[in-house]
């Protein structure tokens, strides 16, 4: 089992950042890919940014990239997403999810492909 704790959402003006947090604990095996998710009202969860149990590779949706900065330190079990130039579309439940995986450090970009959630932290940006 593995157990994720986001925190770090909350209200901010548009242009404004947000550091997100996922702590992981729980797991049985240190390696694991993490991605970060978000979910609007009347719309489909959809995948942020995703990063391998390295660090080494990581991946951001398009319309974000440039804007979001993913990283983790597995000395701490910590997983961060860093939000600069929000925008109010950006306005979302931001989830945490995870896999357990292997050594071949590989992405994963669907809601599927992950075992392990957590129960979301809220991002509201106001124009």
């Known amino acids: 089992q593995m157990q994720l704790v986001e925190s770090g959402g909350g209200l901010v003006q548009a242009g404004g950042s947000l550091r997100l947090s996922c702590v992981v604990s729980?797991?049985?095996?240190?390696?694991?890919?993490i991605a970060w998710f978000r979910q609007a009202p009347g719309k489909e969860r959809e995948i942020v940014a995703a990063?391998?149990?390295?660090?080494?590779?990581?991946h951001y949706i398009d319309p974000i990239q440039g804007r979001l900065i993913i990283s983790r330190d597995n000395t701490k079990n910590t997983v961060w997403l860093q939000m600069n130039s929000l925008k109010p579309e950006d306005t979302a439940v931001y989830y945490c999810?995870?896999?357990?995986?292997?050594?071949?450090?590989?992405?994963?970009?669907?809601?599927?492909?992950?075992?392990?959630w957590g129960q979301g932290t809220q991002v509201t940006v106001s124009s």
């Open positions: 990063i391998s149990y390295s660090g080494e590779n990581t």
């Open positions: 999810a995870g896999r357990l995986t292997d050594y071949s450090d590989r992405l994963y970009s669907t809601a599927d492909d992950y075992n392990y």
């Open positions: 729980g797991h049985t095996s240190p390696i694991y890919t």
